[in-house]
Each structure stands twice: as C-alpha cells, then as structure tokens.
C-alpha cells in the first residue's frame, strides 16, 4: 500500500475516532514503533507502526481510566 494511502488511511480512522484524547497515544505509539521497526530491518517499519498503534492506544486508554 502507498505511503499516501496508508497515511489517509490511518488520519480517517484517527479523525472519526469517538476518543480523541486516545488518538494522541496512537499517533506516538505508530512513531516510536515505526521508527522501532525501521531499525531492526526492511519492511518492518510497518509492522512496529501497527504494534505500536495499538500499545500507544492501550497506554493512553489506561492512564485515562486512572484520572
């Protein structure tokens, strides 16, 4: 999938978001794990993107039930 396709992708699913404090922990949880992936080897950069999506996602969500 394009860089495009998957950057418009990702800000869709981000904008309709019902959470939109949460989508501040996925936008760095995709950063860190993209940059993660970039690291290990090639065509990993995606994957970390994902994983840390999710994680990010997790971590906000969680700090959030705390308050």
């Given at each position: 999938?394009?860089?495009?396709?998957?950057a418009?992708?990702?800000?869709?699913?981000?904008?309709?978001?019902?959470?939109?404090?949460?989508?501040?922990?996925?936008?760095?949880?995709?950063?860190?794990?993209?940059?993660?992936?970039?690291?290990?080897?090639?065509g990993?950069?995606?994957?970390?993107?994902?994983?840390?999506?999710?994680a990010?996602?997790?971590?906000?969500?969680?700090?959030?039930?705390?308050?």
């Open positions: 999938m394009p860089r495009i396709t998957t418009a992708l990702a800000f869709a699913i981000i904008a309709t978001s019902a959470a939109p404090v949460l989508a501040k922990g996925v936008m760095k949880g995709a950063a860190v794990g993209a940059a993660a992936g970039h690291f290990i080897g090639k990993h950069a995606k994957a970390g993107a994902a994983v840390g999506a999710i990010g996602h997790h971590h906000a969500a969680h700090k959030a039930a705390k308050r």
